[in-house]
């Protein structure tokens, strides 16, 4: 079958992918894996093949998808993520371990209430089952993005873990390009680098090591405490150590005073000689 009728048929079948608000994420990806099957006997192609397809032609509609379009989109993003890492030879509690902790901090809020449900005097942690959809929130809340928005974040975090340094490469000529407008780079192994040491960040330790899977966090160039949103363009996966030197400081005045820093230093230096 030609690429452009391939196409049609895809449109086709997206077009045809209703999905309800109420739909579990269980209940999504099911429904997802049968058209997934359907479209791909059709068009005599393999599952995967659809569906970076189908991946392909939502990410064509970049910030004006709409709310049902980015619910697939993560939906096909997840189930492919977690496919690509299979056949690539990872564990599968290591995969989940990322998939959720995406979904965490990209749809989900962090803890957001003053005092614990559990521990009387502590602040809310993450074991009281305290995380909301970031979309529950009013507006002003520093934890408040729109649907769209947030999903598109979670989004970023996949295409960007698979941009790591050592990640498994993509399908050839499948999506690498596509998400340029969300990332800013091709998805292809080691292009994506922490955004405050500019240094890789590893891929197969993020998928098989806990402590270091822990180590990576979501990050906000414009601090939300400092009126940075959690949208995509402000949102970053980044190492620990880069959070803790970020602090509340936005980037510009993070690199203002490492050059102030780097300077004083220097003038030192030659005062001492």
Do not use: C
Not at 19 to 45: G, P, V
């Amino acid at each position: 079958m030609q690429e452009s009728q391939a196409d049609d048929v895809i449109n086709k079948q997206l077009s045809l992918f209703k999905i309800s608000k109420n739909e579990t994420y269980d209940k999504l990806i099911q429904k997802e894996n049968e058209f997934i099957n359907k479209s791909a006997h059709k068009l005599n192609r393999s599952p995967i093949e659809v569906q970076l397809r189908w991946i392909k032609e939502l990410a064509l509609q970049k910030y004006e998808i709409s709310e049902d379009n980015v619910r697939i989109l993560i939906t096909l993003i997840t189930s492919f993520f977690r496919k690509h890492l299979l056949s690539a030879g990872y564990e599968k509690a290591g995969i989940k371990a990322v998939i959720t902790k995406f979904r965490d901090a990209g749809r989900r809020s962090g803890p957001w209430k003053q005092a614990s449900s559990r521990i009387a005097g502590i602040p809310q942690d993450g074991d009281d089952g305290n995380r909301r959809r970031r979309w529950d929130f009013e507006t002003d809340h520093k934890f408040y993005a729109n649907n769209v928005d947030a999903t598109l974040v979670e989004v970023k975090y996949f295409l960007q873990t698979l941009s790591m340094a050592g990640a498994p490469s993509l399908p050839v000529n499948s999506i690498q390009e596509s998400f340029i407008w969300l990332l800013d780079h091709p998805i292809e192994p080691g292009m994506y680098l922490d955004p405050i040491q500019l240094i890789p960040i590893e891929f197969p330790q993020f998928i098989n090591n806990p402590k270091y899977r822990k180590s990576i966090q979501s990050g906000h160039l414009i601090p939300l405490k400092r009126g940075g949103r959690h949208k995509p363009d402000n949102t970053f996966l980044m190492l620990e150590r880069s959070n803790q030197i970020q602090g509340d400081q936005t980037l510009e005045e993070l690199l203002e005073l490492m050059e102030r820093v780097v300077r004083s230093y220097q003038e030192k230096r030659q005062n001492n000689k």
